[in-house]
Every structure is written in structure tokens, then in C-alpha cells.
């Protein structure tokens, strides 16, 4: 089922990416930097697939067993993985237009703006029987999607990913709507 909605989420997302790989601001430098601040953070979470366009990250990450317990345990009943989708977009407007398009596109209506996360950020909570949760974040320029199996995941999830981001825009200038990075981590980190 996470390979559907991967591969949904890819075909749904081409309008907004530019360029491949290392050709749009999203290097693999950036890409790094942003898996090990949830590596770091969620030991027990693996990533299971990057896919970068440029202008635009995928990524599904999946839990590991935990000792004594089976893969097939660990996520019964439950989604198995959380999906992150990172946007760079020109400007922090464009990224608030995104924002508010997917808001108005969304076929569920989200539960309630999140105060305090990001510049701004909207949750769907417990959207399916399973309790699959929602958050989709804009801070600056760049705007992160993250769908994980539950409230408190994807909040943790979310956390992880600002922090990174945070540093990024900080480094680009895009906290304040500068200039893409031409190289990042700047040289020195």
C-alpha cells in the first residue's frame, strides 16, 4: 500500500519540481543533513526510499522491529511508514499559496492549524481507522508534507524535519525569502 501512495505522491507532485538530483537546491548535501537529523533523532526508523527532484524530496522512512517483536507485529494494524515530502519553492509566498491550495484541494477537511510550528501549519488527525495522521508545515520558502501512523509520529516527524530546515534556510538566506544556496551545508559544517 506505501508503494501506491509513494507512487501516487511522485505523479501528483511533478508541477512543482524543477531539476534532478544535485541540479535544483535540494543537493545531496542538503538530503543528508536532513536524514541525519532524524537518524539521530529516531534510531529505530530506517530510511526505505529518497527520491529527490531538485525542488522537491520524497522520502519513506519505516520503523524497525523493535527487540522480540516481528516486522510484520510491529505494524500491525497500523500504516506501516511515514512519508515526508519537502518543497523548495522561489519564495515564502509561493509556499504560502501552496499551502493554501492544498488546504482548499484537500478532499478531507484538516482538523485545526498547529500554533507554533513553523510560519505556518495545518493537521489532519486521525483521518482513517487506523489513525494515520497529517501535518503539512511551511517555514520560509519550503514547505513539508509528513504523513505518519499516528498524531504523536507525525509531530515528531515534523519536529525533526523544521530543525533541519531551520538551519537551511538560516544558511540560504530563505528564513527571509534570499537567494537560493549555491552550496549547502555551507563549507566548515
Known amino acids: 500500500m506505501w508503494r501506491l501512495v509513494y507512487g501516487l505522491a511522485i505523479a501528483m507532485s511533478v508541477d512543482v519540481t524543477a531539476a534532478a538530483g544535485d541540479k535544483g537546491p535540494l543537493t545531496g548535501k542538503v538530503v543528508q543533513a536532513l536524514e541525519n537529523v532524524v537518524t539521530s533523532a529516531e534510531p529505530e526508523w530506517r530510511l526505505e526510499r529518497s527520491t529527490n527532484y531538485g525542488y522537491h524530496l520524497i522520502q519513506l522512512w519505516e520503523r524497525r522491529?523493535?527487540?522480540?517483536?516481528t516486522a510484520a507485529s510491529a505494524v500491525a494494524g497500523k500504516p506501516k511508514g511515514v512519508q515526508i515530502q519537502v518543497f523548495d519553492l522561489a519564495t515564502p509566498?509561493?509556499?504560502?499559496?501552496?499551502?493554501?491550495?492544498?488546504?482548499?484541494?484537500?478532499s478531507i477537511s484538516h482538523t485545526g492549524?498547529?500554533?507554533?510550528?513553523?510560519?505556518?501549519?495545518?493537521?489532519?488527525?486521525?483521518?482513517?481507522?487506523?489513525?494515520?495522521?497529517?501535518?503539512?508545515?511551511r517555514s520560509g520558502r519550503v514547505m513539508i508534507w509528513i504523513s505518519g501512523p499516528s498524531i504523536e509520529t507525525a509531530k515528531k516527524f515534523?519536529?525533526?524535519?523544521?530543525?533541519?530546515?531551520?538551519?537551511?534556510?538560516?544558511?540560504?538566506?530563505?528564513a527571509t525569502g534570499g537567494d537560493r544556496p549555491g552550496e549547502w551545508p555551507p563549507s566548515g559544517d
Open 158 to 174: 515534523t519536529s525533526h524535519m523544521l530543525q533541519g530546515v531551520g538551519k537551511y534556510l538560516a544558511d540560504t538566506k530563505g
Open 65 to 69: 522491529p523493535k527487540e522480540g517483536e
Open 113 to 137: 492549524a498547529l500554533d507554533g510550528v513553523g510560519d505556518e501549519a495545518c493537521i489532519w488527525a486521525n483521518y482513517n481507522k487506523r489513525g494515520g495522521t497529517t501535518i503539512r508545515v
Open 93 to 106: 509566498e509561493a509556499a504560502a499559496i501552496k499551502l493554501r491550495e492544498t488546504l482548499a484541494s484537500s
